[in-house]
């Protein structure tokens, strides 16, 4: 199996939740990161504790929701350590709320955050993917990508578009050798986000995040002659990893 060690990955969402486990899995492979994060203090946090542990983790607070910072971050993370193996987009927000309640602005925010952002992100990284001649892109999607849900028509829309984004990557990564996979979580995990989110009988059956990090290493080792133009499952992915 491919050695990981010193390829550069970039995770978004990587302050807490699933985004934390991901970086804490990369870092145990020795992977150099570029972890980005709206929220600064909890970032530093992560960043600290990586490289306390011999890792090479660079913080970078950004608002994906910000077309500009969110170039200016993947400018600087690419300055920084060259051309990405991985890109794994899993920053989101889900806002829950009735339609007939969803502003303009939360509409913008949660499509930006999940959509905007892996188009910014695919932009910044492809030409190097290009040059490289390999690259795995990795889409963090739900059951709200393929699935309608109540008070969710915002990151429903967001998550459905990212299923149709990685596709046409797919493709288009193909003839570049770069894969291009969403990945849906797969079973119940205990995130922030759920914790705000899940009913009590969801809590009572969730899971640590770092059980689903096997399918994102798995991932990292992906190219287009590997699994690419696929919905995967982190959960099924990292049970019963391939052969
Ligand atoms: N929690 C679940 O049950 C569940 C289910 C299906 C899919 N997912 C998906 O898994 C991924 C991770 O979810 P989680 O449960 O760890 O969520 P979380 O809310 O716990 O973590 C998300 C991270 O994204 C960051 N983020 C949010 N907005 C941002 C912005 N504007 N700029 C930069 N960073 C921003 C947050 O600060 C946070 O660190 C998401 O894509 C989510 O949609 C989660």
Redesign the pocket.
């Known amino acids: 199996m491919e050695d990981l060690r010193g390829a550069f990955a970039i995770v978004?969402?990587?302050?807490?939740?699933?985004?934390?486990a991901i970086a804490r899995a990369y870092a145990q492979e020795g992977m150099r990161l570029a972890l980005?994060?709206?929220?600064a203090e909890?970032l530093a946090q992560v960043a600290d504790e990586l490289n306390a542990q011999g890792g090479d983790a660079l913080p970078l607070v950004?608002?994906?929701?910000?077309a500009a910072d969110t170039e200016r971050a993947a400018a600087q993370a690419l300055a920084h350590f060259g051309t990405p193996r991985v890109l794994v987009h899993?920053?989101?927000?889900?806002i829950n709320r009735p339609f007939s309640e969803l502003t303009l602005a939360d509409w913008q925010?949660e499509v930006n955050?999940?959509l905007q952002?892996a188009f910014l992100l695919t932009k910044a990284v492809w030409p190097l993917m290009v040059t490289a001649g390999r690259g795995s892109l990795v889409y963090?999607?739900?059951?709200?990508g393929i699935k309608g849900f109540v008070n969710e028509s915002a990151?429903c829309t967001a998550?459905h578009g990212l299923e149709g984004f990685m596709k046409c990557m797919a493709l288009e990564g193909r003839p570049h050798n770069i894969a291009a996979n969403t990945i849906?979580?797969g079973m119940?995990?205990h995130?922030?986000?759920?914790e705000?989110?899940?009913p009590d009988e969801l809590k009572q059956k969730w899971v640590d995040?770092m059980l689903l990090t096997p399918a994102f290493v798995f991932l990292a080792r992906q190219d287009a002659t590997g699994v690419t133009g696929e919905r995967l499952n982190a959960w099924e992915l990292s049970t019963n990893p391939p052969a």
């Open positions: 978004t969402g990587a302050a807490q939740g699933l985004g934390y980005m994060d709206v929220q909890r950004v608002d994906l929701a910000d899993n920053a989101a927000i889900l925010r955050v999940i952002a963090v999607s739900s059951m709200s990151y998550k849906t979580p119940y995990m995130t922030p986000m759920s705000r989110n899940y995040p």
